[in-house]
């Protein structure tokens, strides 16, 4: 199996499309990865979730735009946790952060960069969603104690297909068994990435059965939203990967990799069948030497 390095652990890690087990919790953002794509060190029971694995060093957040946050794998402090300026609670995993302004993200509420911040604004108790227009969603708040759905962690979003936060709230459809982020509820419609000349487009209805991102190199799911080059390119992303960098190399499911190796062996068959034709050709001795037995 293909080894892969990360900033934050010093073995290499293996990608596993699901890991079954009875409780796996991320590194990263220390929500559980059980039955999700996967990077591990077993022996170091160290493992991260693809979009914890695949998160960029740096960014521009738009809760601190002054300064770029860096991606640090533990808390900087001396007690070894930070308090989130974002959800304002302690974490413990990695962290984004500004040194000079001691400004800190959980990884997870980086990404969530939509969610609403003031209390005297709060989300409509009901909205209805384009990726889902059969049934209204309900907004569930935690601090009212009213979710039911995300708060045991073992859900994901069907918008972008990330973990549900366990202490966030956000929006259900009961009959459909239906969760939606907050955040992902008001994604633009278009987007922009440097890496390609084109605007992105929203897909609330993925048409692809089977659609690789070109950003993380993951398999999107069809029943997720993604956007998509809006000029007709073969280009899409997850929504949770918008902002993220590419990934220089992709996971290798168990064909890819035999196909790989059979590449590699004919290559090396090649070499080999030339460097022989070239050595019998230019020395008798050498053939006749060869080809004794």
């Keep these: 199996m293909e080894g892969y390095k990360h900033f934050s652990h ?32 077993r022996a170091c029971k160290f493992f991260l979730h693809d979009h914890c694995f695949n998160a960029t060093r740096s960014l521009i957040h738009p809760s601190h735009p002054d300064h770029p946050l860096s991606l640090f794998p533990s808390p900087t402090y001396t007690p070894g946790s930070f308090i989130c300026n974002s959800c304002n609670k302690t974490g413990s995993g990695f962290c984004y952060c500004c040194s000079a302004c001691d400004f800190d993200l959980h990884i997870h509420c980086a990404y969530n960069t939509l969610k609403p911040k003031s209390s005297s604004n709060p989300p409509p108790n009901q909205i209805k969603l384009k990726s889902h227009p059969k049934h209204l969603l309900k907004y569930h708040n935690i601090i009212s104690g009213s979710a039911t759905g995300c708060i045991s962690g073992s859900r994901s979003c069907d918008v972008c297909g990330t973990t549900c936060d366990p202490n966030d709230d956000f929006y259900r459809c009961d009959i459909c068994d239906y969760d939606v982020h907050v955040g992902c509820t008001s994604l633009p419609e278009t987007v922009s990435r440097e890496d390609h000349e084109h605007a992105l487009m929203l897909l609330y209805v993925n048409p692809n059965v089977a659609f690789e991102c070109d ?3 993951g398999a999107i799911a069809q029943k997720h939203c993604m956007y998509s080059c809006a000029s007709g390119c073969d280009y899409g992303v997850h929504v949770k990967c918008v902002s993220a960098k590419v990934s220089e190399k992709a996971p290798m499911d168990e064909m890819t990799f035999q196909l790989e190796m059979f590449k590699l062996q004919n290559q090396m068959r090649v070499h080999q069948m030339a460097i022989d034709t070239k050595l019998l050709g230019t020395s008798g001795y050498y053939h006749n030497r060869y080809y004794r037995y």
Aim: aromatic fraction near 8%; include cysteine.
């Design 215 to 217: 950003v993380c190199r």
């Design 10 to 41: 010093p073995h290499t890690l293996s990608f596993h499309k699901s890991l079954e087990a009875t409780q796996l919790t991320c590194t990263g953002c220390n929500f559980p990865c059980t039955n999700t794509p996967v990077y591990s060190c």
